[in-house]
């Protein structure tokens, strides 16, 4: 299958400080990207969807202010939390989907624990 | 409303066979996935079923049936690194992936 790499895998900050999580599609051209969290024993949550060169979509009770998504290229695409506080802890999966392939490719998921 | 139910945890000896089952509810469908998910590890595609019937991949098959909407994961041969979580998800008439909370599954020697 595809390869998406998401990076860093682990990331640890302190309170306040913004965190930005890479996503890039290494061998297609990821016309839309998935952002997900998801909490232990949990299921994901999606966050947001963002289509190259567009402005991404937000998922209700998802802060677009605190969680930006930018999707400038067909193969990057990132996510910065910003003023990160210790409930934001979580991991942060991204996926990829091209133009015409059906299923999404995730990447390896980034452990963010805000201290 | 959307909905995707499957069991929380199963458990199953190796060398056995398991069936996991998902029911859905979505506006509208466009097809039903599986992903197998390692803690700690993102998900990783594994099936994908848009016409009623049965795809066999390996030791791996998936169902699905639109009229019942049914879908169940078929693992045969289980090896221990078969433990792992197991998302159901559906996508939408806008394309979109709902997701079921997923089943662990537990292999015991």
């Known amino acids: 299958g595809a390869v998406v790499s998401q990076h860093p895998s682990w990331v640890i900050c302190k309170s306040g400080t913004s965190v930005k999580i890479e996503c890039r599609s290494l061998?297609?051209?990821?016309?839309?990207m998935f952002w997900y969290r998801q909490f232990p024993k949990q299921s994901l949550m999606l966050m947001a969807t963002?289509?190259?060169?567009?402005?991404?979509?937000?998922e209700q009770g998802v802060e677009k202010d605190k969680f930006l998504i930018n999707h400038a290229s067909l193969t990057l695409s990132t996510l910065t939390v910003t003023s990160a506080h210790p409930e934001d802890s979580s991991f942060y999966i991204c996926?990829?989907?091209?133009?015409?392939?059906?299923?999404?490719?995730f990447g390896q998921g980034t452990r963010l624990t805000v201290v | 409303g959307q909905n995707i139910d499957q069991p929380t945890e199963m458990t199953a000896t190796e060398g056995a066979i398991v069936q996991i089952n998902c029911t859905y509810q979505?506006?509208?469908?466009?097809?039903l996935f599986w992903y197998q998910q390692h803690a700690g590890e993102a998900p990783t595609f594994l099936s994908y079923?848009?016409l009623d019937g049965l795809e066999e991949k390996g030791r791996f098959s998936s169902f699905l049936s639109r009229s019942k909407g049914y879908s169940y994961l078929l693992l045969k041969e289980l090896q221990m690194k078969d433990s792992a979580s197991y998302l159901c998800?559906?996508?939408?008439?806008?394309?979109?992936?709902?997701w079921g909370a997923g089943t662990k599954l537990i292999i015991k020697p």
């Open positions: 996926s990829a989907k091209g133009q015409g392939i059906t299923e999404a490719f």
């Open positions: 061998d297609f051209q990821a016309t839309t």
């Open positions: 963002s289509n190259e060169g567009s402005k991404a979509t937000y």
């Open positions: 979505t506006s509208g469908f466009n097809g």
């Open positions: 079923n848009v």
């Open positions: 998800a559906a996508m939408d008439s806008n394309y979109q992936l709902i």
